[in-house]
């Protein structure tokens, strides 16, 4: 069932198990127009690279703080392009050739109780050119590192104080193969941990800053 969102009118409210018979976060009311942008952006993914890797992370800010930065989140995905766009091309240099990934991504801008605002995140790339985060407690070239280093960018920080400011939970990696056996289920997986990206808690709607985005291409 969809209504509408009082503190936004230009929001819809599902009610439900299921968003076009997929199963979704069913512990509270999720926001209509968010499940669609999430369905859209995996589509887009897929239908660039039939075979999708996909992140799942949390981004937190240095200290407990009612400040928020609004360009904050946007600053990360430029620095995270600008890794990866540097990495494909070192990646020609060295082989001669590489798979192309676009960046395509999903946050959603959270504050629980008296903590400050932090970030739930996921990106989409060419699973083809990256397999997964790699070692994340060392030091190297690898996803989960590019990730560490464009949060610390995008603060402004030492990566010694921003690399413990992104935590990867378990089973953060999603491996979508169009023409797997496997890919409806894998599908349905990662739409059903997304779907709790269009929950209407902890939004915060009433401090006048965006609380969920995506990537629009």
Known sequence: MNTRYPPNKNLTI???????????????????????????VIDKALNEHPRTLAIRFDLHLPVVTNEFNS??????FKKLNNEITKDLRAKKKKN??????????????ERNNSYSPHYHVVIL??????????DYGGDG???????????????????????PLVHFPDNATYRLKSNHPSFQ???????????????TDTKGFGDMVNSFGCSRK
């Open 14 to 40: 599902h009610q439900g198990k299921r968003y076009k018979g997929l199963p979704v976060w069913e512990k509270g009311d999720l926001i209509w127009d968010y499940l669609v942008s999430i369905e859209g």
């Open 71 to 76: 360009s904050l989140i946007s600053q990360f």
């Open 96 to 109: 001669g050739q590489v798979h192309k990934s676009a960046l395509r991504y999903l946050w959603v801008r």
């Open 125 to 134: 790339l060419n699973k083809d050119t990256y397999y997964g985060l790699g």
């Open 141 to 163: 070239n690898n996803l989960a590192n590019r990730i560490m280093r464009a949060w610390s960018d995008a603060l402004h920080v030492d990566p010694f104080i921003g690399r």
């Open 185 to 199: 289920e894998e599908y349905r997986n990662l739409f059903y941990r997304l779907s709790y990206f269009a929950k």
